[in-house]
């Protein structure tokens, strides 16, 4: 990517952070504003926000070099693996219901998980030495947008037939947005962490 697009991954990562805290937040406080937005919206539950938090914490990480953008990968790839096991094992739509009192359709979809393990391949791709495993990255964010991209033009188009498609019910319209932006934070990552300094130091500066 070129390097003008990584100065803006890290205010696309913030966002992700600071409305994904926001909705972690609005569980114990019990606001339906910070939690779905709109009485009509799916609730955006406490493992999707906190697989938010992970994901904007890598993308910001990664700007600045550091190896826990790897850590937070793995932790966000086993926070997806969990909730696809509580699919299979337990029947329910990931852990949250095990452990909350939610209201009826609310918990995580099978594409959220596959979003969220998609965005941990991809950064994990991304920490790789080799040049042609971020091409791959690429190509697995691109996929990922376009998933994320299809759910909000549903919602936008009202076009209930995509909901009744077990993949895609339960997603949230709040929840496909902040994948969107992801997604675009991961694939405008340079693969120079250091692109951004570059960006600020200028190149005259000694």
């Not at 992970?54 to 550091?66: H, P």
């Not at 941990?120 to 947008?145: C, F, I, K, T």
């Not at 709040?174 to 994948?179: E, G, K, Q, R």
Request: aromatic share 8%; proline share 4%.
């Amino acid at each position: 990517m070129k390097r003008r697009f990584a100065v803006h991954s890290g205010h696309v990562a913030w966002a992700v952070v600071v409305i994904a805290g926001l909705s972690l937040a609005g569980w114990p406080i019990g606001s339906t504003l910070l939690t779905r937005v709109n009485a009509d919206f799916a609730a955006m539950v406490p493992s999707t926000a906190i697989g938010f938090l992970l994901l904007g914490a890598a993308l910001l990480l990664r700007r600045r070099g550091l190896h826990l953008t790897e850590t937070c990968a793995k932790v966000l790839g086993g926070l997806a693996t969990v909730n696809l096991l509580a699919y299979a094992w337990l029947g329910t739509a990931g852990i949250d219901p095990s452990l909350l009192p939610l209201a009826p359709g609310d918990g995580v979809s099978l594409c959220t998980i596959t979003c969220f393990l998609l965005t941990a391949v991809a950064l994990l791709l991304r920490q790789s030495p080799d040049a042609g495993l971020h091409e791959v990255a690429d190509y697995v964010g691109l996929v990922g947008l376009s998933t994320a991209l299809a759910v909000v033009g549903g919602h936008v188009l009202r076009a209930e037939f995509l909901y009744e498609i077990s993949f895609f019910a339960g997603m949230s319209l709040p929840t496909s947005m902040l994948f969107c932006m992801g997604f675009a934070g991961l694939l405008m990552t340079d693969e120079d962490p250091r692109a951004f300094d570059d960006e600020i130091s200028g190149p005259n500066e000694a």
